[in-house]
């Protein structure tokens, strides 16, 4: 059985180290410390943390104003808020300025745990992929989110990372090195390519198996970068095989399937499928039965 991890777990205790290495790290929090683990700052080193409230406007006008002195605040709350609630602030404030600022945006995706209807985001790639300056990042398990953290609290101007709530399997080694703008062979096949980004590349793996009792080969390819989007490593892994499947926990409209027809399109046409959230938002309910579902 594969081993699980949780992204928020491995993202707390990330920021955790860093503040060991880097003594201008401020965690500011939109009060869901308990959920998104940035209560593992504010337990252990409280110098580097503030509770902002249920205010994410204030919060990423507050972070703007520390970037602007050296600061590297890393704001702690839900996708839906990060991408949404806030977005008029981080638009003009932060991506317009180029500011050091850093999201990480929690309970990404299907896997919301129940919160609620109004909490299911699955819109936030394209709406920051979208802003000019933007860094956007979805790792496929807790190990990569570790070095993605890391990665990005070290690159210059605003970025955003999706993270996901529940524990998810493991696929990467503690040898493995995340490179920010690279993609990810998973798996070598000559039948069909199928590129994932997030969470749902380890589904693509899964999926791999099942086709390959069925006499198809396919390659399957990690794109944890949405944006800068590597071309060249997309447009190698669509000569592959001459056929292209793009998979996300996401809209169909504006994520990691509007990125790869974006490549594509332009560099390397070949016949392409986008499979993901058809359109429509989700109800609150199990995380098995929505993924069934939807």
């Known amino acids: 059985m594969a081993q699980m991890m949780e992204m928020r777990a491995a ?17 500011l929090d939109g009060d869901v410390g308990s959920s998104t683990m940035a209560q593992t700052v504010a337990y252990n080193a409280p110098d580097f943390y503030m509770n902002m409230g249920i205010a994410e406007q204030n919060m990423m006008g507050v972070a703007a104003g520390m970037a602007t002195v050296g600061l590297i605040p890393w704001l702690s709350s839900f996708a839906c808020f990060l991408a949404n609630r806030d977005l008029d602030q981080l638009r003009v404030t932060v991506a317009q300025a180029k500011l050091n600022v850093k999201l990480a945006g929690h309970f ?11 909490h299911i985001d699955v819109e936030d790639i394209a709406i920051l992929r979208a802003l000019p300056n933007m860094i956007v990042v979805a790792p496929a398990d807790g190990v990569e989110c570790k070095q993605a953290t ?24 503690e040898d493995y090195k995340f490179v920010l ?17 997030g969470v749902q590349s380890v589904r693509a793996l899964e999926a791999a198996d099942l086709l390959a009792k069925e006499g198809i080969s396919a390659h399957v390819v990690h794109v944890h970068t949405l944006k800068p989007i590597d071309v060249d490593g997309i447009v190698a892994a669509a000569k592959k095989t001459g056929r292209v499947l793009t998979t996300e926990e996401h809209n169909i409209f504006g994520g990691l399937g ?5 490549v594509l399109g332009q560099h390397y046409p070949v016949p392409m499928r986008i499979h993901g959230i058809q ?9 098995d039965a929505l993924l069934e579902k939807y």
């Open 11 to 27: 993202w707390g205790d990330t920021l955790l180290e860093l503040t060991k290495t880097h003594p201008n790290l401020m965690v």
């Open 150 to 173: 890391r990665a990005l609290t070290d690159t210059p101007g605003p970025t955003y990372l999706r993270i996901t709530r529940d524990a998810t399997p493991v696929i990467f080694g």
């Open 108 to 118: 990404s995706g299907i896997l919301a745990g129940k919160t609620g209807k109004t």
């Open 258 to 262: 509007g990125a790869i027809a974006e």
């Open 279 to 287: 359109d429509c938002f989700l109800e609150s309910g199990p995380n």
């Open 181 to 197: 703008g690279k993609v990810v062979p998973l798996r070598e096949g000559k039948d069909l390519t199928i590129l994932g980004t």
